[in-house]
């Protein structure tokens, strides 16, 4: 493995860096009622997962067209892939988290997202012959790799500011949708807080409880944070339904 191999964000960087999002929700999300954005595509555009272990129902994208969606989901695919150790972005659904909340709590990331997912396709394209879908294991790993150091650039290319802030933000939202509270689309089944061993939010932990979690013997709850009804809500648009979340 070469030392630009080793440059690109590993797993258990991914996994470690995750703690910190916990059952965390979606950065701006106590801003208040979003305003909806127009879909770029209707909502029965159709795209097909490309991780192993994700769905094999396809999925509806109100937000990404078809080709967005294809080079977001295997972006977040080559991040957090599903192998021996558990599932993977695409099984917690943190595309459709990312669509969703173009509609909402991120819409002012709609351009960059477009923008950028578009530039980053050129640049493969004219760095390696093809789209990112199309790309091998290690051109995509190398790809990624001058996106996230910023020396993703060229002639045609276009990243609006520098690729390394579209390659941050993307592995934000990816974190978020995988790691985030499930309650606003993404962790689908708490898979991604099973990965991390996160127990689920408590009220009150007592000092059995703490030797518990210490020992990984704490049983983990599977609910949302906002279960409690001591959590106050806000009503916020995201794309066609309506979710609280706290202020």
């Known amino acids: ?41 209707p909502s029965s555009t159709l795209a ?44 917690a659904r943190a595309v459709q988290y990312i669509d969703s909340a173009l509609g909402g709590a991120l819409q002012g990331s709609h351009d960059a997202y477009r923008s950028g997912l578009a530039a980053f396709d050129r640049y493969c394209q004219s760095s390696r012959g093809a789209r990112f879908v199309d ?3 290690g051109d995509r790993t190398s790809a990624l790799i001058d996106v996230e150091t910023g020396a993703a650039s ?11 802030a579209f390659f941050s933000m ?11 509270d499930p309650f606003y689309g993404g962790n689908a089944d ?10 689920g ?4 932990v007592t000092p059995e409880d703490q030797r518990r979690l210490e020992s990984d013997e704490l049983h983990p709850y599977r609910r949302s944070a ?15 339904k309506e979710r609280d979340h706290a202020d």
């Open 1 to 41: 493995m070469t030392k630009k191999q080793r440059r690109l964000i590993s797993r258990r960087r991914l996994l470690q860096s995750a703690g910190a999002v916990g059952a965390a929700a979606v950065t701006g999300a106590g801003a208040g009622e979003a305003a909806r954005a127009e879909p770029t595509v």
């Open 48 to 91: 097909q997962p490309t991780s192993s272990q994700a769905s094999e129902a396809q999925v509806a994208y109100q937000y990404l067209n078809v080709g967005e969606a294809e080079s977001l989901e295997a972006i977040a695919d080559h991040l957090i892939p599903a192998d021996e150790h558990g599932p993977g972005a695409l099984d």
């Open 135 to 137: 790309l091998s294991h």
């Open 154 to 164: 060229g002639a045609g290319v276009g990243f609006v500011g520098s690729s390394a």
């Open 170 to 180: 993307v592995r934000d939202h990816v974190l978020q949708g995988t790691f985030g």
């Open 190 to 199: 708490f898979v991604g807080w099973d990965l991390i061993r996160y127990p």
């Open 201 to 204: 939010l408590r009220t009150a």
């Open 226 to 240: 906002y279960d409690w009804e001591n959590f106050e809500k806000a009503n916020v648009r995201a794309g066609r």
